[in-house]
């Protein structure tokens, strides 16, 4: 699941199911991902290249495989967003220096918003083009 430091954090503030419903919004209703799986979006930007990694392990943990936990469509939008969105932290931090932390944070702002309109019209697209 999460590496043990971040996953005792959250655990000890009971923040893990509180988070994943606070994004639900986007998570659930717009890219149609388990709300299971919200947690890992924003883990996603600590450790980018982790996250099917983590993903992974946390199915194995409830004793599922990742196409049990996913549809192949759910893979194929947690894949893409996780691919296209903004890069890890350290990258936002390099940006900064170069310019500022407006223009980085304005930078990552504008990649989430761009990814999710991806992710979600890749979702709808295809709940409206299975269901003609």
Do not use: D, H
Not at 88 to 114: D, V
């Amino acid at each position: 699941m999460l590496p043990n430091g971040s996953k005792k954090i959250l655990l000890i503030f009971n923040a893990l199911e509180p988070v994943n419903i606070l994004i639900s919004p986007v998570s659930v209703i717009w890219l149609g991902l388990p709300v299971t799986i919200g947690i890992f979006l924003i883990y996603g930007i600590l450790r980018k290249v982790l996250t099917l990694v983590l993903l992974a392990l946390f199915a194995e943990n409830w004793g599922l495989t990742l196409l049990e936990l996913l549809t192949p469509i759910q893979m194929i939008v947690f894949s893409l967003v996780t691919m296209l969105y903004i890069p890890c932290f350290a990258t936002i931090i390099i940006i900064a220096k170069q310019t500022n932390w407006k223009y980085a944070l304005k930078i990552s702002a504008m990649e989430i918003a761009i990814v999710l309109l991806i992710g979600g019209i890749i979702n709808w697209g295809f709940i409206l083009f299975s269901s003609i």
